[in-house]
């Protein structure tokens, strides 16, 4: 339901407004006010998708009353004076409706401000689908999926530790697990398969999670207990230019 607030300071006018609304199936009146003051006050407390606003009102007018919220409802002016047309549409108004006001120009601008909603609603669920969307391509990047003793096993690339060929197969170790992974690949497969910013290779036979590094001591990377993975020869210029980045000290 679209919930709409009557502001006028003529009190037959308002309630003809209500009628109004009450036969208008889309729509609720979740309020009347008899100046602006009151508007404001009642804005605090309401949600409200739409105003229905008398222009020419005492103390604050309706063009002031919407310049001054900082999030205003939709709009729709009512007046009696013509002259206030181009004005409204200035402040973004749906429309502007001339007193005496039918039913039919009522439902008129009343369809325009349901048309509005829709659009509205319409591309929030656009966006909505397509960040979850975007965050499920995410997350499927953000994984590897590897065979391993028949079955496919899906493991999440922040999780990994390090990689350790073993001819034709690889272990993949991860974080918390007491045992590697085992997989039919070549190292070639899954240093494709890694991102180059946060994975490389430091051996033949090595693949690190540059993130996971705890110890670097006499040409090996040292992880928990005796866990180590050697730094070979061709590999360790680009590895220690990654150190040298942020390492800080007098030398290493």
Not at 129 to 142: G, S
Not at 151 to 176: A, H, K, N, T
């Amino acid at each position: 339901m679209i919930r709409c607030l009557i502001i006028d300071d003529e009190p037959l006018a308002v309630v003809q407004m209500e009628k109004y609304v009450e036969r208008t199936p889309f729509m609720e009146c979740a309020g009347t006010c008899c100046s602006a003051a009151e508007a404001i006050e009642l804005l605090g407390k309401e949600q409200v998708d739409v105003m229905f606003l008398d222009i020419n009102m005492p103390d604050v007018n309706g063009l002031q009353l919407v310049r001054s919220l900082s999030r205003p409802p939709m709009v729709v002016f009512t007046t009696a004076y013509s002259e206030y047309a181009l004005e409204g549409f200035k402040v973004d108004a749906v429309d502007y409706l001339l007193k005496p006001i039918c039913f039919e120009d009522f439902l008129k601008a009343a369809n325009k401000v349901k048309e509005q909603i829709d659009l509205r609603e319409m591309a929030m669920a656009r966006h909505e689908a397509l960040h979850a969307a975007a965050a499920e391509t995410k997350e499927m990047h953000d994984s590897l999926f590897v065979k391993s003793d028949y079955r496919i096993l899906r493991i999440p690339i922040s999780s990994i530790v390090y990689v350790e060929s073993m001819s034709e197969y690889v272990r993949i170790y991860v974080e918390g697990q007491a045992k590697p992974v085992i997989s039919l690949l070549s190292m070639k497969k899954v240093e494709d398969a890694l991102p180059q910013d946060s994975f490389m290779r430091v051996h033949r036979s090595y693949i690190v999670n540059l993130g996971k590094i705890k110890e670097v001591a006499k040409m090996r990377i040292v992880y928990d207990g005796d866990v180590y993975v050697p730094i070979g020869e061709m590999y360790k210029d680009a590895f220690f230019d990654y150190i040298d980045k942020y390492f800080i000290g007098k030398g290493r």
